[in-house]
């Protein structure tokens, strides 16, 4: 496979060089190949080793210079993957071999993203790492699916938060209550598959039932799929929803009705409506939205 040659002027834009024996760890955005950031790609072009998650789309591992290792260490819920000590624990084995080492995760690194687990590991290794910020799927995805994550004429606060406490179960321990009055608009990460728990402790909270709700699974990606409803349907509506997906809770959905069809996918829009008030949409982007930067594929 031919692999693209160096995509920017590092030196231009003034990026640091990636030195032997350092991790980058990098976040890879929500999906689409052209929300990268320069950093991104910079360390793409010159990683020995290219330590990637489940959710960096292939078309971006592509972009990974010629004789670069691609090492797989996804973590996915209720699938066999590597434990997060046996994943720090291989990036400082790579340093200390002075291997430039990037680690590559699905948008950013530091939003429930486990980086500041690993940036914790190689600072008590005495190991050089830099932290390179990504686009969070709570904010490209919601974008890209015509949702605004603000709007001063509905929110000026946002809450995220995860679906589950770290052994899977929906946040007992937290007080849903503060939750549910502490802001206009939820976004939640990995839900899908506590929704209906965490629906039930949200109205109990105060949430209204008819509050809109959306669940956009793949997002940014061309399987991006879009579903608004209500808090009170979107458990059970969101049922054949596949992961990963990001769910927003809050007035801002219903500005879908005037965005959505002026956003990256507004040729290729189909809507069904079915009683739940709900629709469904999927995105096949146009080709003017392909990223810029070369891909070679």
């Known amino acids: 496979m031919v692999r693209p040659m160096n995509l920017i002027d590092s030196?231009?834009?003034?990026?640091?060089?990636?030195?032997?024996?350092?991790?980058?760890?990098?976040?890879?955005?929500?999906?689409?190949?052209?929300?990268?950031?320069?950093?991104?790609?910079?360390?793409?072009?010159?990683?020995?080793?290219?330590?990637?998650?489940?959710?960096?789309h292939p078309r971006i591992l592509r972009l990974a210079r010629a004789g670069a290792a691609l090492d797989h260490a996804g973590k996915r819920g209720g699938r066999p993957s590597p434990g997060q000590p046996d994943i720090s624990a291989r990036l400082i084995r790579l340093a200390r071999e002075g291997k430039r080492v990037l680690r590559l995760k699905g948008g950013d690194p530091c939003v429930f993203g486990r980086g500041g687990e690993e940036a914790m590991a190689l600072a008590a290794a005495g190991v050089p790492f830099r932290i390179v910020p990504g686009i969070t799927a709570g904010i490209g995805g919601l974008a890209y699916a015509g949702i605004p994550l603000t709007h001063r004429d509905t929110n000026s606060a946002v809450t995220f938060l995860t679906g589950h406490d770290s052994d899977g179960s929906a946040h007992g321990g937290l007080d849903w209550q503060a939750i549910a009055r502490g802001a206009p608009v939820l976004v939640l990460y990995m839900a899908l598959r506590q929704l209906p728990r965490i629906v039930e402790r949200l109205m109990a909270g105060g949430r209204k039932p008819e509050e809109p709700a959306a669940v956009i699974s793949k997002a940014t990606t061309a399987a991006q799929r879009v579903l608004v409803s209500t808090l009170g349907e979107i458990a059970e509506a969101s049922a054949e929803s596949e992961t990963p997906a990001i769910i927003v809770i809050g007035e801002v959905v219903r500005l879908r009705e005037q965005l959505g069809d002026f956003g990256p996918a507004k040729d290729s829009i189909h809507r069904n409506k079915p009683k739940a008030q709900r629709n469904e949409v999927d995105l096949e982007f146009p080709s003017q939205l392909t990223p810029a930067v070369p891909l070679s594929l």
């Open 11 to 56: 030196a231009s834009l003034g990026l640091p060089d990636f030195e032997p024996g350092h991790v980058w760890l990098v976040g890879a955005g929500p999906g689409d190949p052209g929300l990268l950031s320069a950093l991104a790609l910079h360390a793409l072009a010159r990683a020995d080793t290219v330590v990637y998650d489940a959710l960096v």
